[in-house]
Antibody
Framework: QVQLVESGGGVVQPGRSLRLSCAAS????????MHWVRQAPGKGLEWVAV????????DYADSVKGRFTISRDNPKNTLNLHMYSLGAEDTAVYYC?????????????WGQGTLVTVSS | DIQMTQSPSTLSASVGDRVTITCRAS??????LAWYQQKPGKAPKLLIY???SLESGVPSRFRGSGSGTEFTLTISSLQPDDFATYFC?????????FGQGTKVEIK
């Protein structure tokens, strides 16, 4: 069955960087757009970034634009999120999620999430 | 950006009750709306897509309706497993945004 497994979360100091990964299995990864969605503790959901199935198209929330970079490795069925210049406002559980289409879609499958805590 | 506003924020109900949650978009999103259920410590689960299409495996007591700017999620007869937080999400244009959530509590 479909599995999305995030990793790479942890405690990081303000201003530092972190890389999250999402390992996909059980479906044809290269046919799906992939997203990162985050949820601050006790808060709602916030879309962070998207990458098209072939990796050519990307988009970011204004709150992370210029600081986060989304990428994917289709042969390795892996999605990444490089996060730079982290601040307290980036503290959240980060989920990877798939959609059928880059421009129009709903989140069919989600990972279990990985917690990023930005604190000194 | 399109803002999504859910109401109520919290809802107290009993098993067997009919429950309705409303989601309003700040501009028309046609039918590009999804509903998710989230339980504590878990990822969201897709319930409804395209405003009224029931995701495979989701019980038929969940019903979505609406178009344009006003949408509703109705649970026809609340079951013990339904106590959770529900989010709406539009996917009309980027950035895709979510409502703030509606927590359904036991009365």
């Amino acid at each position: 069955q479909v599995q999305l497994v995030e990793s790479g979360g942890g405690v990081v100091q303000p201003g530092r960087s972190l890389r999250l990964s999402c390992a996909a299995s059980g479906f044809t990864f290269s046919r799906y757009a992939m997203h990162w969605v985050r949820q601050a503790p006790g808060k709602g959901l916030e879309w962070v970034a998207v990458i098209s199935d072939d990796g050519r198209n990307k988009d970011y929330a204004d709150s992370v634009k210029g600081r986060f970079t989304i990428s994917r490795d289709n042969p390795k069925n892996t999605l990444n999120l490089h996060m730079y210049s982290l601040g307290a406002e980036d503290t959240a559980v980060y989920y990877c999620a798939s959609t059928y289409d880059f421009w129009n879609g709903y989140y069919v499958d989600w990972g279990q999430g990985t917690l990023v805590t930005v604190s000194s | 950006d399109i803002q999504m506003t859910q109401s109520p924020s919290t809802l107290s109900a009993s098993v067997g009750d009919r429950v309705t949650i409303t989601c309003r978009a700040s501009q028309s999103i046609s039918s590009w709306l999804a509903w998710y259920q989230q339980k504590p410590g878990k990822a969201p689960k897709l319930l409804i897509y395209k405003a009224s299409s029931l995701e495979s495996g989701v019980p038929s007591r969940f019903r979505g309706s609406g178009s344009g700017t006003e949408f509703t999620l109705t649970i026809s007869s609340l079951q013990p497993d339904d106590f959770a937080t529900y989010f709406c999400q539009h996917y009309n244009t980027y950035p895709w945004t979510f409502g703030q959530g509606t927590k359904v509590e036991i009365k």
